[in-house]
């Protein structure tokens, strides 16, 4: 089994920052890509960022600049920093990777999100 926990998540004014933590236990072999995506009232889910394996990032234009993915590969984390965040930025923010089990192969895993409010 393989699980994906996030932590970091919380109420902050317009401006601050916040860091969020995702991190992967259970049987894992390998993982490859890991990402967050955000899914605000109303709206879809959408891509935040992404890091694959070897560190290359990929960021949403309307974080650009402001946020941060990360990861360390030996703790199986995966990290955002988000700074100068906005009320437009309030969502609920869920981790996602792709990850080898050593049995069943690769599959795609969500964490179960955490609440992000900013307050203008």
């Known amino acids: 089994q393989v699980q994906l926990v996030e932590s970091g998540g919380g109420l902050v004014q317009a401006g601050g920052s916040l860091r969020l933590s995702c991190a992967a236990s259970?049987?894992?072999?390998?993982?490859?890509?890991m990402g967050w995506y955000r899914q605000a009232p109303g709206k879809q889910r959408e891509l935040v960022a992404a890091?694959?394996?070897?560190?290359?990032?990929k960021d949403a234009d309307s974080v650009k600049g402001r946020f941060t993915i990360s990861r360390d590969n030996a703790k199986n984390t995966v990290y955002l920093q988000m700074n100068s965040l906005k009320p437009e930025d309030t969502a609920v923010y869920y981790c996602?990777?792709?990850?080898?089990?050593?049995?069943?192969?690769?599959?795609?895993?969500w964490g179960q999100g955490t609440q992000v409010t900013v307050s203008s």
């Open positions: 996602n990777a792709d990850i080898h089990d050593g049995s069943s192969g690769w599959g795609d895993y």
């Open positions: 259970g049987s894992i072999h390998s993982i490859n890509a």
């Open positions: 890091i694959t394996s070897g560190g290359t990032t």
